[in-house]
Protein backbone atom coordinates (compact mmCIF):
# COMPACT_ATOMS: atom_id res chain seq x y z
CA UNK A 1 0.00 0.00 0.00
CA UNK A 2 2.94 2.28 0.24
CA UNK A 3 3.74 5.26 2.80
CA UNK A 4 0.70 5.96 4.85
CA UNK A 5 0.74 9.29 6.99
CA UNK A 6 -1.53 10.60 9.57
CA UNK A 7 -5.13 9.18 9.36
CA UNK A 8 -6.86 10.23 6.02
CA UNK A 9 -3.62 12.62 4.96
CA UNK A 10 -1.25 11.30 2.03
CA UNK A 11 2.50 12.04 2.76
CA UNK A 12 4.07 14.26 0.53
CA UNK A 13 5.54 13.21 -2.48
CA UNK A 14 6.26 16.19 -4.33
CA UNK A 15 9.76 17.96 -5.36
CA UNK A 16 10.86 19.71 -2.56
CA UNK A 17 8.26 18.19 0.10
CA UNK A 18 9.73 16.60 3.20
CA UNK A 19 9.51 13.37 3.79
CA UNK A 20 7.28 11.93 5.99
CA UNK A 21 5.45 15.54 6.89
CA UNK A 22 1.47 15.24 5.92
CA UNK A 23 0.70 17.84 2.85
CA UNK A 24 -1.61 19.91 4.58
CA UNK A 25 1.13 20.04 7.44
CA UNK A 26 3.75 21.63 5.01
CA UNK A 27 3.42 25.63 3.88
CA UNK A 28 4.24 26.57 0.05
CA UNK A 29 6.75 29.20 -0.01
CA UNK A 30 4.10 31.39 -1.86
CA UNK A 31 1.85 31.44 1.88
CA UNK A 32 3.71 33.89 4.10
CA UNK A 33 3.25 32.81 7.69
CA UNK A 34 3.08 35.37 10.84
CA UNK A 35 6.99 35.13 12.51
CA UNK A 36 5.45 34.29 15.90
CA UNK A 37 4.04 31.38 14.51
CA UNK A 38 7.14 30.38 12.41
CA UNK A 39 9.36 30.96 16.00
CA UNK A 40 7.33 28.60 17.58
CA UNK A 41 7.01 26.14 14.38
CA UNK A 42 10.40 25.62 14.35
CA UNK A 43 10.78 24.67 18.03
CA UNK A 44 12.89 28.59 19.05
CA UNK A 45 10.39 28.97 21.56
CA UNK A 46 7.92 26.46 23.56
CA UNK A 47 4.91 28.66 23.20
CA UNK A 48 3.75 31.00 20.44
CA UNK A 49 2.74 33.15 23.25
CA UNK A 50 6.22 33.46 24.23
CA UNK A 51 7.70 33.74 20.69
CA UNK A 52 4.95 37.01 20.33
CA UNK A 53 6.07 38.31 23.44
CA UNK A 54 9.59 38.19 22.45
CA UNK A 55 9.05 40.06 19.75
CA UNK A 56 7.25 42.76 21.33
CA UNK A 57 10.33 43.09 23.77
CA UNK A 58 12.99 43.35 20.83
CA UNK A 59 14.68 40.02 21.67
CA UNK A 60 13.57 39.06 17.66
CA UNK A 61 15.91 41.40 15.16
CA UNK A 62 15.88 41.65 11.44
CA UNK A 63 19.73 40.67 10.32
CA UNK A 64 20.16 44.49 10.53
CA UNK A 65 19.71 44.69 13.89
CA UNK A 66 15.97 46.49 14.16
CA UNK A 67 13.06 45.02 16.04
CA UNK A 68 10.15 42.91 14.50
CA UNK A 69 6.72 42.61 15.35
CA UNK A 70 4.90 39.57 15.65
CA UNK A 71 2.59 39.56 12.82
CA UNK A 72 5.71 40.27 10.49
CA UNK A 73 5.44 37.85 7.28
CA UNK A 74 8.30 35.02 7.18
CA UNK A 75 9.62 34.33 4.26
CA UNK A 76 11.53 32.06 2.23
CA UNK A 77 15.64 33.65 2.70
CA UNK A 78 14.71 35.90 5.74
CA UNK A 79 17.34 36.39 7.90
CA UNK A 80 16.36 37.37 11.92
CA UNK A 81 18.50 37.29 15.05
CA UNK A 82 16.76 35.76 17.83
CA UNK A 83 17.93 36.88 21.72
CA UNK A 84 17.77 34.56 24.67
CA UNK A 85 19.36 35.46 27.37
CA UNK A 86 23.81 35.66 26.23
CA UNK A 87 23.10 33.48 23.31
CA UNK A 88 21.90 35.47 20.56
CA UNK A 89 21.29 33.08 17.38
CA UNK A 90 21.06 34.23 13.84
CA UNK A 91 18.81 31.79 11.74
CA UNK A 92 17.56 32.24 7.92
CA UNK A 93 13.65 30.88 7.20
CA UNK A 94 14.36 27.90 4.59
CA UNK A 95 10.42 27.47 4.33
CA UNK A 96 7.42 28.92 6.16
CA UNK A 97 5.75 26.88 8.24
CA UNK A 98 2.65 27.28 10.10
CA UNK A 99 2.33 23.93 12.64
CA UNK A 100 4.79 23.02 14.67
CA UNK A 101 7.00 20.45 13.61
CA UNK A 102 9.26 17.45 15.28
CA UNK A 103 12.91 18.49 16.03
CA UNK A 104 14.31 16.32 13.46
CA UNK A 105 12.45 18.07 10.85
CA UNK A 106 13.30 21.58 12.16
CA UNK A 107 16.39 21.84 9.33
CA UNK A 108 13.91 21.68 6.34
CA UNK A 109 12.40 24.46 7.68
CA UNK A 110 15.28 26.68 9.34
CA UNK A 111 19.25 27.35 8.95
CA UNK A 112 21.09 28.20 12.25
CA UNK A 113 23.73 30.60 11.01
CA UNK A 114 25.15 31.43 14.88
CA UNK A 115 28.41 31.42 15.10
CA UNK A 116 30.43 28.85 17.20
CA UNK A 117 32.21 31.70 19.22
CA UNK A 118 28.29 32.71 19.86
CA UNK A 119 27.46 29.02 21.04
CA UNK A 120 30.78 28.66 23.31
CA UNK A 121 29.90 32.18 25.06
CA UNK A 122 26.76 31.06 26.29
CA UNK A 123 27.71 28.01 27.01
CA UNK A 124 30.65 30.29 29.47
CA UNK A 125 27.84 31.56 30.66
CA UNK A 126 25.47 28.82 31.85
CA UNK A 127 28.69 27.54 33.24
CA UNK A 128 29.02 30.64 35.62
CA UNK A 129 25.71 31.31 36.24
CA UNK A 130 25.66 27.51 37.50
CA UNK A 131 28.84 27.70 39.70
CA UNK A 132 26.61 30.38 41.66
CA UNK A 133 29.44 32.81 40.33
CA UNK A 134 26.76 36.05 40.31
CA UNK A 135 28.43 38.68 42.10
CA UNK A 136 31.34 40.41 40.56
CA UNK A 137 35.33 38.85 41.56
CA UNK A 138 36.62 40.23 44.76
CA UNK A 139 33.29 41.66 46.21
CA UNK A 140 32.18 40.61 49.18
CA UNK A 141 29.22 38.68 48.35
CA UNK A 142 25.79 38.89 49.90
CA UNK A 143 24.82 41.71 52.12
CA UNK A 144 24.72 40.63 55.74
CA UNK A 145 21.65 41.28 57.84
CA UNK A 146 23.36 44.66 59.72
CA UNK A 147 24.53 46.24 55.93
CA UNK A 148 21.03 45.32 54.34
CA UNK A 149 19.48 47.33 57.57
CA UNK A 150 21.36 50.06 56.88
CA UNK A 151 21.18 50.00 53.35
CA UNK A 152 17.10 49.84 53.45
CA UNK A 153 17.44 52.75 56.00
CA UNK A 154 19.55 54.59 53.01
CA UNK A 155 17.07 53.96 50.88
CA UNK A 156 13.49 54.54 52.67
CA UNK A 157 15.66 58.55 53.31
CA UNK A 158 16.32 58.81 49.79
CA UNK A 159 12.65 58.00 49.22
CA UNK A 160 11.82 60.39 51.67
CA UNK A 161 13.76 63.40 50.35
CA UNK A 162 12.63 62.68 47.07
CA UNK A 163 9.03 63.43 47.81
CA UNK A 164 9.62 66.52 49.58
Known amino acids: MGHEGLPGLPLARRAGAVEG ?63 RGPLRRHVRVVAPLSKRVGAKLVAGYMEDLTSDEAWEAARRAAAERRSGAVFAEGSEGRPTKRQRRRLDAFLEEVERASRL
Open 21 to 83: LPIDEQTSEDRPVRLDQWLWSVRLYKTRNQAATACRLGQVLTAGGSPVKASRAARAGDEFEVV
